[in-house]
């Protein structure tokens, strides 16, 4: 459980159906949220969700509203996935536009864990990723969602501290070289 909140390097879920040589590929958003909780359960248990979409509960024009995966755990252990951020057949992976699709929609996702693992290694407890996106598709530039702590351990707001006044160094050292 340790290795999966605190693994430094974008992560993604993969499930092959060999049968059908389909893959589908799940975000791993949840690892950040529960990395921001406090009282780790012994283990956990990634939960992928059904194709579609996820939105606000109140819905959003053009999406098929869905209930977005819980932050958090359940008693269990549980993590919800949400639905797969891609999904494809190796049929589609050879033609040139599905690829396409493919490499911008995975792009994204890793991108997006990159800020995420950033604001976990400055210290930050909080996690970022979009109100609502669609298996297959790169989910639109607004909307974007945070959870977060605002009441942090000591240790974890000295480590916060230090690294702000690192990056607020170096930007008064750049600024001043213009």
């Not at 059904?50 to 509203?65: D, H, K, M, Q």
């Not at 006044?165 to 750049?174: I, S």
């Amino acid at each position: 459980m340790r290795w999966i909140l605190g693994y430094p390097a974008p992560l993604l879920f993969c499930i092959l159906d060999k049968r059908t040589t389909q893959f589908s590929i799940y975000q791993l958003r949840a690892r950040f949220d529960a990395a921001a909780m406090t009282g780790h359960p012994a283990s956990l248990k990634l939960i992928p969700g059904e194709l579609g979409s996820t939105a606000p509960v109140r819905g959003e024009p053009g999406i098929n509203a869905k209930r977005r995966p819980r932050i958090g755990w359940d008693a269990d252990g549980n993590v919800e996935l949400g639905p797969p951020v891609l999904q494809f057949t190796i049929v589609d992976f050879m033609e040139e536009k599905e690829c396409e699709v493919i490499r911008d929609v995975l792009s994204y996702w890793v991108l997006l864990e990159l800020r995420n693992i950033l604001r976990q290694q400055m210290g930050m407890r909080a996690a970022s990723g979009p109100a609502y996106y669609e298996t297959g598709k790169v989910p639109p530039g607004s909307g974007f969602a945070t959870f977060g702590r605002s009441v942090v351990p000591n240790d974890v707001r000295a480590q916060a501290g230090r690294t702000a006044a690192e990056h607020l160094d170096w930007l008064g050292q750049v600024g001043a070289a213009r």
